[in-house]
């Protein structure tokens, strides 16, 4: 065998035996390892972009997941229809709503303050419905893709929830609430903020930091379609 061949143990400990994986239908299935909470912060770009990444990557495997957003408006150059919601909703098992579309607490964008509030409140309580909802649910078991997130999910991404308490639209008390309101086979997903949630630090299993190093937006370059939007 040439020194530039790797020897055929290494080839068997390989995904797939060193093959290139090939896509296969997705049909409903059930994770064996979830359980976990997740966070992701940061003042970089890709919190949301990562998460949706994460349950891309569920659902491809035949998981049911569900994303809740708080607080998604955005700049002016935001159009009303997101790129996401598209490719979420040709995806099997994946899908998601919206709470607080327009705007962004504390930016003078023109939202009124009292109805982030109201909104925030809004997402907490359906946040807690779908947890029940899941606790309800075997999640040992396969999922319909095409059943509402009412009927449980294995995954449940809740993008911006961190944003609401940095703002002081939730209390950390209410971050609480939600892990421990968690399903134990349930993938528990908070994304948000740019302060660190140091709170958070003793209750949740991984937390990402997604830091900026250089952004566009810095030099004047407003939300591109595709990449923000």
């Known amino acids: 065998m040439s020194d530039d061949q790797p020897s055929e143990s290494a080839v068997e400990n390989t995904p797939g035996q060193g093959r290139t994986p090939e896509a296969e239908r997705i049909e409903p299935s059930a ?90 409140q809004a997402g907490l309580e359906r946040a807690h419905e779908l947890l029940e909802a899941a606790d309800a649910t075997d999640l040992g078991a396969p999922i319909d893709l095409g059943a509402p997130p009412e009927d449980g999910v294995h995954m449940l991404i809740l993008d911006e929830v961190l944003y609401a308490a940095d703002r002081g639209l939730l209390g950390e008390d209410d971050i609480y609430g939600l892990i421990d309101a968690k399903p134990a086979d349930l993938e528990l997903v908070l994304s948000g903020s740019h302060a660190e949630p140091a709170y958070l630090e003793d209750r949740v299993d991984l937390i990402t930091n997604v830091r900026k190093v250089k952004h566009p937006i810095d030099d004047g370059q407003r939300a591109r379609r595709g990449t923000e939007f």
């Open 31 to 120: 994770p064996e390892e979830f359980g976990l909470v997740q966070v992701w912060w940061g003042d970089g770009k890709g919190k949301t972009t990562a998460t949706l990444g994460m349950g891309m990557r569920a659902a491809g495997h035949g998981y049911r997941v569900h994303m809740l957003q708080f607080m998604k408006g955005g700049a002016s150059s935001v159009e009303a229809v997101r790129g996401e919601y598209n490719a979420m909703a040709a995806l099997p098992g994946i899908s998601y709503e919206n709470l607080g579309h327009y705007g962004w607490h504390g930016m003078a964008d023109g939202s009124d303050e009292a109805d982030h509030e109201a909104q925030a």
